[in-house]
């Protein structure tokens, strides 16, 4: 054990069941058991569980010069540290999209001074996009791929998508993708709005999709609705909060606030995407956020999208103390797999670890807009019950302590394809 750590976490109660002192010392757990004295910051943690902090390997940061309004890297991150999340994956529908290199060096560079936790930047899947130049710039994964069009994603088209795998395949780069079918017609209400993209058109697309892949692609399916799309995947996949929390049922039909891509589905729907939990590989919130007066307009006009970041792992753990799910299942959803699939090391309450942890209460509590931090100013959840975080401790330094955040651990994870400049 090293002579001074920086932060010993005490009584903390991790999962099995164990209650140890956590020893910090640069950035990385070094002792789990009796820890020693000396630390500089020491943490009492008598009563709370202790979890690795989660991998949010979905979201949409926005910021830039046009949607800034919706949410920016601070206000984003803030949230996501609130919710337990130390690493968020950021998707490339900014504006303009990330498809250049310049375009993800400057996203890199607003990333850096705005972040509150660890990121990841997506390149984007366009037909001129500079994949190879992407690559060696540092994007971590590439997508989501629009298979489907969506806000701010313009579909690709499938000669296009069959030339960009292969090269990305190439490139032993991971590419995710989203898969829609999209029917024409009025769209007005919820249920219109499933009824045109609808989860029998996602399957259909995620079966054609794979057959577009290269074999052995690295994939990843983004935000799988329907259980007939998890039979269709032929690689891993993810689900989202909003799928397995929410229905049609419970918003007024004409409700943009509900309004996503893929659409939220019927109450049978969601029951069946939790009969699958077991099935589920990764959990991540596309954190969409859009602003209340956008939602709020015609159904018809108003932009698809939800904020979540910081409601996933709460409402997760909500389940979690219902005894309707196992802890173990949510941590692989939402920090194990997310790290394997993305080929990064992943946060863990053991010796050598990063020191990504999040400390929670035994309470769950009711969920509400006023208490969240997103610059969206609203939350599809309010009223439901969720678990959130006391404190947060990224990379070692500990970003959020009842209500305070504290700005300095916002690491860039760079993809494996990053080349160093000085290296050129
Ligand atoms: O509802 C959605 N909103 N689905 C997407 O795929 C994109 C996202 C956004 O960026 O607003
Ligand atoms: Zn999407």
């Not at 079918?181 to 009824?195: F, K």
């Amino acid at each position: 054990m090293p002579a001074s750590p920086d932060l010993i976490i005490r009584n903390a109660l991790i999962p099995g069941g164990r209650i140890v002192d956590i020893t910090i010392c640069e950035g990385r757990v070094v002792h789990v058991g009796a820890g020693g004295t000396g630390a500089e910051q020491t943490i009492d943690a008598r009563g709370n569980l202790c979890l690795p902090g989660a991998i949010d390997m979905h979201v949409h940061m926005r910021g830039g010069s046009r949607q800034a309004y919706k949410e920016t890297w601070s206000t984003g991150t803030i949230s996501a540290v609130a919710g337990g999340v130390t690493m968020v994956v950021d998707q490339p529908n900014t504006l303009p999209p990330l498809d250049t290199r310049e375009t993800f060096r400057n996203r890199v560079a607003e990333a850096r001074e705005g972040s509150f936790c660890r990121f990841g930047i997506n390149g984007a899947v366009t037909p001129h996009a500079d994949l190879a130049g992407l690559r060696e710039e540092g994007a971590l994964a590439f997508g989501e791929t629009f298979a489907a069009a969506s806000s701010y994603g313009e579909a690709i088209g499938s000669g296009d998508l069959k030339r960009c795998f292969k090269e990305l395949h190439r490139l032993d780069a991971l590419v995710t993708i989203h898969c829609e079918e999209v029917r024409e017609g009025r769209d007005v209400t919820l249920a219109t709005h499933s009824d045109l993209r609808p989860g029998s058109g996602e399957a259909a697309a995620v079966s054609s999709i794979c057959d577009l892949f290269s074999p052995g692609q690295r994939s990843h399916f983004c935000h799988l609705s329907s259980a007939a799309s998890f039979r269709a995947a032929c690689t891993s996949f993810e689900v989202m909060p909003h799928h397995l929390f929410l229905s049609q049922e419970m918003f007024a039909g004409e409700d943009a606030h509900g309004k996503v891509n893929p659409p939220i589905r019927t109450e049978k729907e969601r029951k069946e995407l939790w009969a699958l939990w077991d099935r589920i590989p990764v959990i991540a919130s596309d954190h969409a956020p859009h602003s209340v007066e956008e939602k709020s307009g015609p159904f018809e006009a108003a932009p698809a999208g939800l904020p979540g970041v910081e409601t996933m792992v709460p409402l997760l753990l909500a389940a979690v103390y219902d005894g309707r799910v196992a802890l173990a299942s949510v941590l692989e959803k939402v920090v194990s797999r997310p790290a394997e699939i993305l080929r990064i090391p992943a946060p863990g309450l053991v010796s050598g670890a990063a020191a990504d942890i999040a400390i929670y209460p035994k309470e769950s509590i009711p969920i509400t807009a006023e208490c969240l931090h997103s610059r969206a100013g609203w939350t599809p959840y309010e009223g439901m019950s969720g678990v959130f975080p006391e404190v947060v401790v990224c990379n070692g330094r500990m970003v959020y302590d009842g209500g305070e955040f504290t700005f300095g651990a916002g690491e860039w994870v760079r993809g494996q394809g990053y080349k160093c400049p000085q290296d050129e």
